[in-house]
Nanobody, 124 residues
Framework: QLQLVESGGGSVQPGGSLRLSCVASEFTLDDLHIGWFRQAPGKEREGVSCISSSDGRWYYLDSVKGRFTISRDRAKNTVYLQMNSLKPEDTAVYYC?????????????????WGQGTQVTVSS
């Protein structure tokens, strides 16, 4: 069973940066499409970004375009989400998720594997 583990969350002031990591134990991420999602208190989970198995990149929220960057390090079996110029509205639990077929999508129901999430808090 593929297990994903996120790390890198924390508390930062507005304008700060964080880099989230998503690693897999025992399985390679090379052939998987990896998405980042977030869920703020009282809100539905929303798709943030995705990187396909061929390293195509999508950003699903206009609010993160130009500030967030998704990338993959195949040697480390890790997918990153670099988040710059963070805003209070970015506060949420961030999850990475994986799916094997059909490419990237912003719909969480199509992802088969999920990490436990990492908290990101942006506050002054």
């Amino acid at each position: 069973q593929l297990q994903l583990v996120e790390s890198g969350g924390g508390s930062v002031q507005p304008g700060g940066s964080l880099r989230l990591s998503c690693v897999a134990s025992e399985f390679t991420l090379d052939d998987l499409h990896i998405g980042w999602f977030r869920q703020a208190p009282g809100k539905e989970r929303e798709g943030v970004s995705c990187i396909s198995s061929s390293d195509g990149r999508w950003y699903y929220l206009d609010s993160v375009k130009g500030r967030f960057t998704i990338s993959r390090d195949r040697a480390k079996n890790t997918v990153y989400l670099q988040m710059n110029s963070l805003k209070p509205e970015d506060t949420a639990v961030y999850y990475c998720a994986a799916r094997r077929i059909s490419g990237c999508t912003s719909y969480s129901k199509f992802y088969n594997y999920w990490g436990q999430g990492t908290q990101v808090t942006v506050s002054s």
